[in-house]
């Protein structure tokens, strides 16, 4: 098991910048393929971004290519979400998951376990 707690959220003006954390607990978090989600009012929980065990391989929804990267660190259990040129459309709130293998790395439905989520406000 993998227990997930992300931290970073923040009310920032659009064009601004934030980095998310996402503190996994356990010795196995190498292990795990991670996601960041997130999940704006009345809408469905969408993709953000993947990442694979050991980091080499990366994928990011077409709408935040280019401004936000997936990192991780598992020499400190952590991962990131770097997120630059915030706009309104950003705001959610933003989950990071684990799943050991996952058949289909941008389906929520295939992630084990789940942070309580970080909220992200843009302003415009």
């Known amino acids: 098991q993998v227990q997930l707690v992300e931290s970073g959220g923040g009310l920032v003006q659009a064009g601004a910048s934030l980095r998310l954390s996402c503190a996994a607990s356990g010795r196995t978090f190498s292990r795990y393929y991670m996601g960041w989600f997130r999940q704006a009012p009345g809408k469905e929980r969408e993709f953000v971004a993947a990442?694979?065990?050991?980091?080499?391989?990366?994928w990011h929804a077409d709408s935040v290519k280019g401004r936000f990267t997936i990192s991780r660190d598992n020499a400190k259990n952590t991962l990131y979400l770097e997120m630059n040129s915030l706009k309104p459309e950003d705001t959610a709130v933003y989950y990071c998951?684990?799943?050991?293998?996952?058949?289909?790395?941008?389906?929520?439905?295939?992630?084990?376990?789940w942070g309580q989520g970080t909220q992200v406000t843009v302003s415009s």
């Open positions: 998951a684990a799943v050991q293998a996952p058949r289909d790395y941008s389906d929520s439905r295939y992630y084990n376990y």
């Open positions: 990442i694979s065990w050991g980091g080499t391989n990366t």
